[in-house]
């Protein structure tokens, strides 16, 4: 076994790469980032250690984020929102067999806990921002924005059991919140009304009520699997 650093893992052993943040929303404008996110396969045989393979890297470049496949999985599995996203991007950069395998079970990964995740997320950054109106007398737009658009997501999902990112004619009005030009009180309101439908949706939407478990799992098997024989083999050659 040859000494791996987390940097190379990210280079070596990505199976999925896409681009996140205002770019997969249509929401960039000139001056908005390149927020890359990736999921690595860590060798098998790096798990015989004492030492376990990271969980996530940061980098190696810059706004460069990626987890392992188990950790992406895992969470997944809870419908964390970052993550559910992260497989719904349309920015696609990279996939390999493994990350187009990833990507045809994103749907095992939703469920009807999203409501849950989603808004909740929702609620702990509404909470941010009204500390921000108290404090400054006006809140983080651009924060305010991404909670609009995270809320409008939420509850079409659980309306029609489809994850959509990129925020399509709401562009304009999104951009508006974010420039300060929408008064809070209309924002706040449009949050509350959007988290209600979200709730209502959530008692009859068409996603299961928990995700598919037992299929995401077979799949980490058969990759931990291959990775395993891939090493066998490489070790029998030597």
């Known amino acids: 076994m040859h000494p791996t650093t987390p940097g190379t893992l990210v280079r070596d052993h990505t199976v999925y790469a896409c681009v996140m943040g205002s770019r997969a929303f249509g929401l960039a404008t000139d001056g908005s980032d390149t927020d890359r996110r990736g999921v690595f396969v860590a ?11 990271p969980a996530h890297v940061e980098g190696p470049a810059e706004e460069q984020f990626s987890w392992e496949l188990e950790r992406f999985c895992e969470l997944a599995l809870r419908a964390n929102p970052n993550i559910l996203e992260c497989l719904h991007s349309p920015l ?41 109106v108290r404090a400054h007398g006006v809140p983080r737009w651009k924060h305010a924005m991404h909670l609009l658009r995270l809320l409008t997501s939420v509850r079409d999902l659980l309306r029609t059991g489809t994850l959509t990112l990129d ?15 929408v008064p809070w009180e209309r924002v706040e309101a449009r949050m509350t009304r959007l988290a209600r439908e ?41």
């Open 92 to 132: 696609v950069e990279y996939a390999d067999d493994t990350g187009r395998e990833l990507l045809a079970l994103r749907g095992a990964f939703l469920s009807r806990r999203v409501g849950e995740t989603f808004t909740g997320y929702a609620l702990g950054q509404h909470r941010r921002l009204e500390a921000g």
């Open 198 to 238: 979200a709730e209502e949706a959530a008692a009859r939407s068409p996603l299961p009520v928990e995700p598919d478990r037992r299929r995401v799992e077979d799949f980490l098997v058969r990759v931990r699997r291959t990775s395993a024989l891939a090493a066998l083999r490489g070790a029998g050659k030597r």
């Open 167 to 181: 925020v399509g004619d709401a562009r304009e009005p999104l951009l508006a919140v974010k420039r300060g030009e």
């Open 43 to 53: 060798p098998t045989e790096l798990f015989w250690r004492f030492e376990k393979p």
